[in-house]
């Protein structure tokens, strides 16, 4: 969970503050410097390439604020900064792992309609839990259509991330009979292959019985026992 700044003030030692302070107020100028250009004369064109100083700071936040807070230092950067979608894309793809999860938990927080879905998109082609979880978060809640969301569930109970990290899971299951009927083939497919299906997956078919029946969702399709596994299995 992100931490507010007075939580990251109260944690941090005098020299993560400090730092703190200085990326902040950094990331505040290039805001207001990119406020000002929009409203007046805009000023001399710098390079795509060059990323201002408060970018540099979202790299470093895990060496001087530590890993454990890390994600709320990045994520209040890219708010003070009122990062654009350049930013944000530059960061997402040339981060870490880490770095990367940052963005996506923050999108929501920033004035970017659905133009960041592509990051979205490509965290959900990975098979990193951490950032699958974060990506599901509330911003493809609100922006992911209803084909792509469908298989960000399955891609959460594919890869083991819970489902607790869906922003909006019941909202958006309810009554989602093809989301349902998906289930029962991914059920299927788990049992023909001798697997276990997931308690998740019964916890999302159970949202997805419509308004006024939850709680008597249909069981999971299950295919007959599977043969003995073979050497090739």
């Given at each position: 969970?992100?931490?507010?700044?007075?939580?990251l003030?109260?944690?941090?030692?005098?020299?993560?503050?400090?730092?703190?302070?200085?990326?902040?107020?950094?990331?505040?100028?290039?805001?207001?410097?990119?406020?000002?250009?929009?409203?007046?004369?805009?000023?001399?064109?710098?390079?795509?390439?060059?990323?201002?100083?408060?970018?540099?700071?979202?790299?470093?936040?895990?060496?001087?604020?530590?890993?454990?807070?890390?994600?709320?230092?990045?994520?209040?950067?890219?708010?003070?900064?009122?990062?654009?979608?350049?930013?944000?894309?530059?960061?997402?793809?040339?981060?870490?792992?880490?770095?990367?999860?940052?963005?996506?938990?923050?999108?929501?927080?920033?004035?970017?309609?659905d133009t960041?879905?592509?990051?979205?998109?490509?965290?959900?082609?990975?098979?990193?839990?951490?950032?699958?979880?974060?990506?599901?978060?509330?911003?493809?809640?609100?922006?992911?259509?209803?084909?792509?969301?469908?298989?960000?569930?399955?891609?959460?109970?594919?890869?083991?991330?819970?489902?607790?990290?869906?922003?909006?899971?019941?909202?958006?299951?309810?009554?989602?009979?093809?989301?349902?009927?998906?289930?029962?083939?991914?059920?299927?497919?788990?049992?023909?292959?001798?697997r276990?299906?997931?308690?998740?997956?019964?916890?999302?078919?159970?949202?997805?019985?419509p308004?006024?029946?939850?709680?008597?969702?249909?069981?999971?399709?299950?295919?007959?026992?599977?043969?003995?596994?073979?050497?090739?299995?």
């Amino acid at each position: 969970m992100l931490k507010s700044r007075k939580e990251l003030d109260a944690e941090l030692g005098g020299a993560a503050r400090a730092w703190l302070d200085e990326a902040l107020a950094e990331a505040a100028h290039d805001a207001a410097g990119r406020t000002e250009a929009t409203h007046d004369a805009p000023g001399p064109e710098t390079s795509p390439y060059t990323s201002p100083p408060w970018e540099l700071r979202y790299a470093a936040a895990g060496r001087h604020c530590g890993l454990d807070h890390a994600d709320s230092v990045r994520s209040l950067l890219l708010v003070e900064a009122r990062a654009a979608l350049p930013s944000v894309t530059r960061l997402y793809q040339q981060g870490t792992a880490a770095e990367r999860r940052a963005v996506l938990l923050t999108l929501h927080l920033l004035d970017l309609g659905d133009t960041a879905l592509p990051l979205v998109e490509d965290a959900l082609r990975t098979n990193d839990t951490r950032l699958v979880a974060a990506a599901v978060g509330p911003y493809a809640a609100e922006h992911l259509d209803t084909h792509a969301w469908r298989h960000a569930v399955l891609k959460c109970l594919f890869t083991e991330v819970p489902v607790a990290a869906v922003a909006r899971l019941a909202d958006r299951a309810r009554g989602d009979a093809e989301l349902a009927r998906m289930l029962g083939d991914f059920a299927a497919e788990r049992t023909a292959a001798g697997r276990t299906v997931p308690e998740d997956l019964r916890t999302v078919l159970a949202l997805t019985a419509p308004a006024g029946e939850e709680g008597h969702p249909a069981p999971p399709t299950a295919a007959p026992a599977a043969p003995a596994p073979t050497e090739e299995s």
